[in-house]
């Protein structure tokens, strides 16, 4: 039986490190938003294992989830930057998104990730695209975060739909 704590001992820089961040108050900073979001994703590969996959298949989950994470916070932060007039980076939204298209195009190049979790990443990339080339005006960060979550479970369907395809059913 494979050890399904393993990610979360992976995970537990990135958590100290948002912790740290927190009790300084300054949780907001980039850093900090990337390392938490991207700790908090080991919960998915520690289930995956729980439930007999194996380390290397589900710690490829958490890479996916990793990818979106940090992708999703800079287009976000971005994005509200922008919506409030600050200047904002079109160049660093678009460089992190095409890395994150590298790497996961890559990982489902090589088999270990089913394609369709880079189609969908693609989507985004497109959403991405498109969201940062609107003239800029005063959006709400609330309709920023609901479009963005939808935007998520979008690309949630893709991920659980490629791994059902290729394995038969989760």
Known sequence: ??????????????ALIQFVHTTLKESRKLIPELC????????????????????RPALFVWVILAVRTVTAVIYIRNKLRAARGVDF???????VHLAGMVLLGSLAFYSE??????????????HVLWGISQ??????PRDIGIEEMLWGILNSFFIVAGYWLRRGAL
Do not use: D, N, Y
């Open 1 to 14: 039986r494979e050890p399904f704590w393993l990610p979360v001992l992976f995970a537990m820089p990135l």
């Open 89 to 95: 980076s079109k160049a660093q939204v678009l460089w």
């Open 36 to 55: 938490g979001g991207v700790a908090l994703g080991a919960i998915a590969p520690c289930v995956l294992i729980a439930g007999g996959w194996g380390v």
């Open 135 to 140: 003239k800029e005006h005063a959006v709400k």
């Open 113 to 126: 990730i089913p394609w369709l979790t880079a189609i969908g990443f693609l989507c985004l990339c497109f």
